[in-house]
């Protein structure tokens, strides 16, 4: 029996477009992270819309300065949310540009080279926002373990 050439041809697409599979699961991480630390932001926050009426005009100062910081906090987590996102976006676009260029008879090489440095660029400001915003949450939030003695 014949040996079909084309199934060279898919296997070698399938071999090409295994490491930005794996890239996908890391970046899936990161995303789940992100939309982890994005809801605790948002859990704090309602927290305070639910027991403001409860605040005096002391704790409503401090809860006003925490909301702040909390809103900035929500707005990196959303940033890196969306270029993490983005990545993986660019990263799907690489797999099937690959399996194309095994497909068609032009070569789209470049094409998925491009799609993989705006990937790589993407994540890089993802991660960017999200030490941002790692940052911020250690230098807004302060403990005092007096309160607890």
Known sequence: ???????????????LAIAPVF???????????MANRLS???DRARYFEQHWSDFDEAKR???RLELRNLERRRRVCSWSINFCTAAALLVC??????????????SVKWLAGSLFVGAMVAVI?????????????TH????????FE
């Open 1 to 15: 029996m014949p040996i079909d050439p084309s199934v060279g041809v898919v296997s070698h697409a399938i071999q």
């Open 23 to 33: 890239l996908l699961t890391g970046i899936a991480g990161l995303l789940s992270v």
């Open 40 to 42: 605790r932001v948002i």
């Open 61 to 63: 100062a401090s809860s």
């Open 93 to 106: 676009l690489v797999i099937v540009t690959l399996f194309a260029d095994g497909f068609v008879s032009a």
């Open 125 to 137: 400001c993802g991660l960017m926002c999200f030490l941002r915003e790692v940052y911020l949450a």
């Open 140 to 147: 807004t939030t302060s403990i005092d373990p007096a309160r």
